[in-house]
């Protein structure tokens, strides 16, 4: 530590005499034309590492803030696309400015790669609506992951939920290479799987579906989508690794990846076990999140692709998956009534054993045109998915109830075992003939088919003290389910005259299910389960068919495009019980919908801003409106309402979106706004057994809303990688319930504050940081409940410390949480750290790493939950402490040579 300061403080002294300055300039092109959006940087002349980086301006104007330290001269590179990449050496200024006039590209004749263009790419480029990352410029471990690498990257943001974000916006689809990697949208294995260390480009541009990137529509989402882009060296390449951990308390992990590129083939084959509660993947450090239950997991994985998103193409996956999973939790809850108060405490245990196979192929035809001039294509496409699994599952329940003022009302308890097994084929073929210039024809059919059996084996007593009884409910269940879902949907898009297009849409569907849920009661005098329950028990057919015919109208204004559309839909829904006449019901459901959307872009894709409106109509369920009470809970029982109406929502939501590369900056924002009419709300009275019986009615005056803003700036020189990031999030939510015959509104305020702060020193110290402020505050528009307001706040801290040439490194991984409102048997804060001593083996192929997990010991699982009618603190059991040695072997090889593992020559990189 004594030598770390002492660095420090060595760079930090000559870092007062090094040569900065501002360097400033304008890019054109040999017609006069402004260069907008070209990337200008600096790069060392002695190891060709990036100094500082920025994009032009409007006006074609960069300026850089550049920071030589002790050299007297730096490589100057303008990069643009169609233009020949433009090259100098300057020397650094004696004073604080260097203007280096009009520069002037010449144009390409040939297009070249972007490794062609750019020798050793700078840490972000902005391009239009694309921001890039170049993954060798972000400090990784030996062991890190794509996930790791993401949370480095500035304006990236992974909750405790695993929800990423990019700048505020919702990560929807991460790929590996332009394809889903396994077959995943959320790129789960990706994430846990794919070595940092083998992707060179970390791509985020708006979330399209696949017929969006046929036809080049824009995106519509609102959300991203993250490209992870592997290194090749000339198209062929494998690696891998294989690690091993074992811990105290006989905690263990082993993993195996091997990933293979050759000539536009990829392969990858996954394999682990583990029992420190991971699903999938190896942790080499884990992260500060609590992870609830104790897993034990086995999986194996296996996917191959050939061919790009946008061509000819085949993609297949295989995984298999075992887990098993044990469950605790503890909880105190108090609950509000208009006219009672009164107190739950219950203590449950369960476990999980499942298995489950999972497949799918992917394969796409692109029909391109004989005559090269022509703009007509045609994309055939068919996507087949097949799960199947298995479940031995159970449960233990006891709770005990009384007034708040210690009566004793009623005490419960449950056990119930369950074997289970199901499958599901769901089948996608569309075909899509594209004219061009935003011009298709698209049809597809779907299919979906799924069956699923249980047996179920349940026991429930309540002893209710009031009335000196006791109801025991002690049955075996035998449920066999089957569904069918077919869909059959066309779209046109078509270009009437310039800039207006019509896009006439229609959708039918046809859903059917049947279920045998057969229930026996136990019989004492026979002592087995022979007493049929008809009043439980179904043997019904289901089947709805919905058509919805629409219409969009779209026109673009330069730069502003208008869209209004409208849609009819009508569902026929048809419910008969072979047990229960009075469960039947016919019943049909006609609405109108209608949208809109504006949407600012400007040309470069920079800024956007849009305002949309739409509709959403929920329709009852099934259970909502049958008349026939459900007693299958003896606690709670329900009953549904033949009157419901749908639920209909108004949606309004305002986005903002800037880009402001010339500063290394990004902006988003976006608000929302939800009105619901016919709100679909449970209707429950308690009684003084504190039994529950529920029906559902429609409210109106449902309301809520909610925005988000977030900054991030990225600082960039030759020593020092900072990024900081800021946001916050407001909402205000009106609810509406009803309860004991009362109606009342709670009106709740949420404020969340959020800054983070990244920093990579001079390859040798890697720090983040992060924390987070909430405020919740609840009014209640009735004496019968209190107002109430707590805060949360947040702090995370990661840091990693190289030596020796990377040779020897510690990680941590700490974090912070309290909560202002957790009750006086539990902890209001916790602190988790997590940290890791490593060392890189026969030359960087190999690593040693020893792990602590829950360092202090003082991590919990205490969560408190606050809704309009109660309070609830809990307990969960969550991974407990323990200590594991890592070792991980790294191979691989890039264009038949030996794949080079140092990660500080990796950065280093030199001029082609």
Same mark, same amino acid.
């Given at each position: 530590?004594?030598?770390?300061?002492?660095?420090?403080?060595?760079?930090?002294?000559?870092?007062?005499?090094?040569?900065?300055?501002?360097?400033?300039?304008?890019?054109? $092109?040999?017609?006069?034309?402004?260069?907008?959006?070209?990337?200008?940087?600096?790069?060392?002349?002695?190891?060709?590492?990036?100094?500082?980086?920025?994009?032009?301006?409007?006006?074609?104007?960069?300026?850089?803030?550049?920071?030589?330290?002790?050299?007297?001269?730096?490589?100057?590179?303008?990069?643009?696309? =169609?233009?020949?990449?433009?090259?100098?050496?300057?020397?650094?200024?004696?004073?604080?400015?260097?203007?280096?006039?009009?520069?002037?590209?010449?144009?390409?004749?040939?297009?070249?790669?972007?490794?062609?263009?750019?020798?050793?790419?700078?840490?972000?480029?902005?391009?239009?609506?694309?921001?890039?990352?170049?993954?060798?410029?972000?400090?990784?471990?030996?062991?890190?992951?794509?996930?790791?690498?993401?949370?480095?990257?500035?304006?990236?943001?992974?909750?405790?939920?695993?929800?990423?974000?990019?700048?505020?916006?919702?990560?929807?689809?991460?790929?590996?290479?332009?394809?889903?990697?396994?077959?995943?949208?959320?790129?789960?294995?990706?994430?846990?799987?794919?070595?940092?260390?083998?992707?060179?480009?970390?791509?985020?541009?708006?979330?399209?579906?696949?017929?969006?990137?046929?036809?080049?529509?824009?995106?519509?989402?609102?959300?991203?989508?993250?490209?992870?882009?592997?290194?090749?060296?000339?198209?062929?390449?494998?690696?891998?690794?294989?690690?091993?951990?074992?811990?105290?308390?006989?905690?263990?992990?082993?993993?195996?990846?091997?990933?293979?590129?050759?000539?536009?083939?990829?392969?990858?084959?996954?394999?682990?076990?583990?029992?420190?509660?991971?699903?999938?993947?190896?942790?080499?450090?884990?992260?500060?999140?609590?992870?609830?239950?104790?897993?034990?997991?086995?999986?194996?994985?296996?996917?191959?692709?050939?061919?790009?998103?946008?061509?000819?193409?085949?993609?297949?996956?295989?995984?298999?998956?075992?887990? $098993?999973?044990?469950?605790?939790?503890?909880?105190?809850?108090?609950?509000?009534?208009?006219?009672?108060?009164?107190?739950?405490?219950?203590?449950?245990?369960?476990?999980?054993?499942?298995?489950?196979?999972?497949?799918?192929?992917?394969?796409?035809?692109?029909?391109?045109?004989?005559?090269?001039?022509?703009?007509?294509?045609?994309?055939?496409?068919?996507?087949?998915?097949?799960?199947?699994?298995?479940?031995?599952?159970?449960?233990?329940?006891?709770?005990?109830?009384?007034?708040?003022?210690?009566?004793?009302?009623?005490?419960?308890?449950?056990?119930?075992?369950?074997?289970?097994?199901?499958?599901?084929?769901?089948?996608?073929?569309?075909?899509?003939?594209?004219?061009?210039?935003?011009?298709?024809?698209?049809? =597809?059919?779907?299919?979906?088919?799924?069956?699923?059996?249980?047996?179920?084996?349940?026991?429930?007593?309540?002893?209710?003290?009031?009335?000196?009884?006791?109801?025991?409910?002690?049955?075996?269940?035998?449920?066999?389910?089957?569904?069918?879902?077919?869909?059959?949907?066309?779209?046109?898009?078509?270009?009437?005259?310039?800039?207006?297009?019509?896009?006439?849409?229609?959708?039918?569907?046809?859903?059917?299910?049947?279920?045998?849920?057969?229930?026996?009661?136990?019989?004492?005098?026979?002592?087995?389960?022979?007493?049929?329950?008809?009043?439980?028990?179904?043997?019904?057919?289901?089947?709805?068919?919905?058509?919805?015919?629409?219409?969009?109208?779209?026109?673009?204004?330069?730069?502003?495009?208008?869209?209004?559309?409208?849609?009819?839909?009508?569902?026929?829904?048809?419910?008969?019980?072979?047990?229960?006449?009075?469960?039947?019901?016919?019943?049909?459901?006609?609405?109108?919908?209608?949208?809109?959307?504006?949407?600012?872009?400007?040309?470069?894709?920079?800024?956007?801003?849009?305002?949309?409106?739409?509709?959403?109509?929920?329709?009852?369920?099934?259970?909502?409106?049958?008349?026939?009470?459900?007693?299958?809970?003896?606690?709670?029982?329900?009953? =549904?309402?033949?009157?419901?109406?749908?639920?209909?929502?108004?949606?309004?939501?305002?986005?903002?979106?800037?880009?402001?590369?010339?500063?290394?900056?990004?902006?988003? =924002?976006?608000?929302?706004?939800?009105?619901?009419?016919?709100?679909?709300?449970?209707?429950?009275?308690?009684?003084?057994?504190?039994?529950?019986?529920?029906?559902?009615?429609?409210?109106?005056?449902?309301?809520?809303?909610?925005?988000?803003?977030?900054?991030?700036?990225?600082?960039?020189?030759?020593?020092?990688?900072?990024?900081?990031?800021?946001?916050?999030?407001?909402?205000?939510?009106?609810?509406?319930?009803?309860?004991?015959?009362?109606?009342?509104?709670?009106?709740?305020?949420?404020?969340?504050?959020?800054?983070?702060?990244?920093?990579?020193?001079?390859?040798?110290?890697?720090?983040?940081?992060?924390?987070?402020?909430?405020?919740?505050?609840?009014?209640?528009?009735?004496?019968?409940?209190?107002?109430?307001?707590?805060?949360?706040?947040?702090?995370?801290?990661?840091?990693?410390?190289?030596?020796?040439?990377?040779?020897?490194?510690?990680?941590?991984?700490?974090?912070?949480?309290?909560?202002?409102?957790?009750?006086?048997?539990?902890?209001?804060?916790?602190?988790?750290?997590?940290?890791?001593?490593?060392?890189?083996?026969?030359?960087?192929?190999?690593?040693?790493?020893?792990?602590?997990?829950?360092?202090?010991?003082?991590?919990?699982?205490?969560?408190?939950?606050?809704?309009?009618?109660?309070?609830?603190?809990?307990?969960?059991?969550?991974?407990?402490?323990?200590?594991?040695?890592?070792?991980?072997?790294?191979?691989?090889?890039?264009?038949?040579?030996?794949?080079?593992?140092?990660?500080?020559?990796?950065?280093?990189?030199?001029?082609?």
């Amino acid at each position: 530590m004594k030598k770390t300061l002492i660095l420090l403080a060595l760079s930090f002294s000559v870092s007062l005499f090094a040569q900065k300055f501002t360097l400033e300039g304008f890019v054109k $092109d040999k017609d006069s034309l402004i260069l907008e959006a070209a990337t200008v940087y600096l790069q060392s002349i002695s190891d060709s590492i990036p100094i500082a980086y920025g994009i032009t301006n409007r006006a074609g104007k960069f300026s850089l803030q550049v920071n030589t330290y002790d050299e007297a001269k730096a490589i100057f590179n303008i990069a643009y696309m =169609g233009y020949k990449p433009y090259s100098k050496v300057i020397n650094a200024p004696k004073g604080d400015a260097l203007n280096l006039g009009t520069l002037v590209l010449e144009d390409q004749a040939e297009a070249l790669t972007a490794i062609s263009i750019i020798a050793k790419a700078p840490p972000v480029v902005i391009k239009k609506d694309t921001i890039e990352y170049n993954a060798d410029s972000f400090k990784s471990l030996p062991n890190d992951k794509a996930e790791d690498l993401l949370k480095k990257l500035p304006g990236v943001e992974i909750d405790a939920d695993g929800l990423i974000t990019v700048n505020g916006v919702e990560v929807e689809a991460i790929n590996v290479d332009g394809m889903p990697f396994f077959g995943e949208k959320n790129g789960e294995i990706a994430l846990k799987n794919l070595p940092s260390g083998v992707i060179s480009k970390v791509q985020v541009t708006d979330f399209k579906t696949n017929l969006q990137k046929f036809t080049g529509e824009e995106s519509d989402s609102g959300t991203k989508e993250i490209n992870f882009k592997i290194k090749k060296g000339k198209n062929r390449a494998m690696f891998g690794d294989v690690k091993l951990g074992a811990g105290t308390d006989d905690k263990y992990q082993g993993n195996a990846n091997v990933f293979q590129v050759l000539d536009g083939k990829q392969l990858g084959v996954i394999a682990g076990t583990n029992n420190i509660n991971m699903s999938r993947g190896f942790n080499a450090l884990p992260n500060t999140d609590t992870s609830t239950g104790y897993l034990e997991s086995d999986f194996v994985g296996a996917n191959f692709s050939k061919g790009k998103w946008n061509e000819t193409r085949i993609n297949s996956n295989y995984n298999y998956s075992a887990q $098993d999973r044990e469950t605790e939790q503890m909880s105190y809850r108090e609950n509000f009534l208009p006219d009672l108060n009164y107190i739950t405490e219950s203590e449950n245990r369960g476990y999980n054993e499942s298995d489950s196979h999972k497949a799918r192929a992917d394969l796409q035809y692109i029909v391109d045109p004989k005559n090269k001039w022509s703009k007509n294509r045609v994309k055939i496409s068919n996507e087949t998915n097949f799960n199947t699994s298995n479940t031995i599952s159970g449960s233990e329940n006891a709770s005990t109830s009384s007034y708040s003022d210690g009566a004793l009302v009623s005490d419960y308890i449950s056990r119930n075992s369950t074997e289970a097994s199901s499958y599901n084929i769901q089948n996608n073929f569309d075909v899509t003939p594209s004219q061009g210039g935003g011009n298709y024809f698209n049809i =597809g059919v779907n299919t979906n088919f799924s069956k699923s059996n249980s047996d179920v084996n349940s026991y429930s007593e309540n002893v209710l003290y009031n009335r000196n009884d006791t109801i025991i409910q002690n049955q075996e269940k035998y449920n066999e389910s089957k569904s069918s879902n077919i869909n059959l949907n066309t779209i046109l898009v078509k270009e009437v005259f310039d800039d207006f297009r019509v896009m006439p849409r229609y959708s039918a569907t046809v859903n059917t299910s049947s279920t045998e849920n057969f229930i026996y009661d136990f019989n004492e005098d026979s002592e087995s389960y022979n007493d049929f329950n008809e009043t439980l028990s179904t043997d019904s057919r289901y089947v709805t068919t919905t058509l919805r015919p629409s219409l969009k109208l779209r026109y673009d204004l330069n730069d502003i495009r208008f869209e209004i559309e409208g849609a009819h839909t009508t569902t026929f829904r048809d419910f008969k019980d072979e047990l229960i006449e009075a469960r039947n019901f016919k019943r049909n459901f006609k609405y109108v919908t209608f949208g809109g959307r504006i949407r600012y872009r400007d040309e470069k894709g920079y800024k956007r801003i849009s305002l949309d409106y739409n509709q959403d109509v929920n329709l009852p369920s099934v259970s909502q409106l049958q008349p026939v009470e459900d007693v299958s809970n003896i606690t709670h029982i329900r009953v =549904g309402n033949p009157d419901l109406a749908p639920q209909v929502d108004h949606n309004l939501r305002f986005r903002y979106q800037n880009n402001i590369a010339f500063h290394n900056i990004n902006v988003s =924002g976006d608000a929302r706004a939800e009105f619901t009419k016919d709100k679909i709300i449970n209707s429950t009275i308690t009684n003084s057994d504190l039994n529950k019986y529920t029906t559902y009615t429609n409210l109106n005056g449902d309301y809520n809303l909610r925005g988000n803003a977030s900054v991030s700036k990225s600082y960039f020189n030759k020593k020092i990688n900072f990024n900081l990031n800021g946001s916050v999030m407001a909402s205000f939510d009106n609810s509406l319930s009803l309860q004991n015959g009362l109606k009342f509104t709670a009106q709740t305020t949420t404020i969340r504050p959020r800054i983070s702060i990244n920093c990579l020193y001079n390859e040798i110290i890697d720090l983040s940081t992060s924390y987070s402020y909430s405020t919740v505050k609840s009014v209640y528009d009735t004496d019968s409940f209190n107002d109430n307001s707590y805060f949360i706040q947040n702090l995370q801290f990661n840091s990693s410390i190289f030596f020796i040439k990377d040779v020897l490194f510690i990680t941590n991984k700490v974090s912070y949480r309290y909560n202002s409102r957790v009750g006086d048997e539990y902890d209001a804060d916790a602190v988790f750290w997590n940290a890791g001593l490593g060392a890189e083996l026969w030359k960087n192929k190999a690593t040693v790493t020893l792990v602590g997990y829950d360092v202090l010991g003082k991590n919990n699982g205490y969560r408190r939950t606050v809704t309009d009618t109660y309070i609830q603190d809990v307990e969960n059991r969550i991974l407990e402490q323990y200590f594991m040695l890592n070792f991980t072997y790294k191979f691989g090889s890039f264009a038949g040579q030996r794949m080079n593992f140092d990660s500080n020559s990796r950065r280093r990189g030199r001029r082609g």
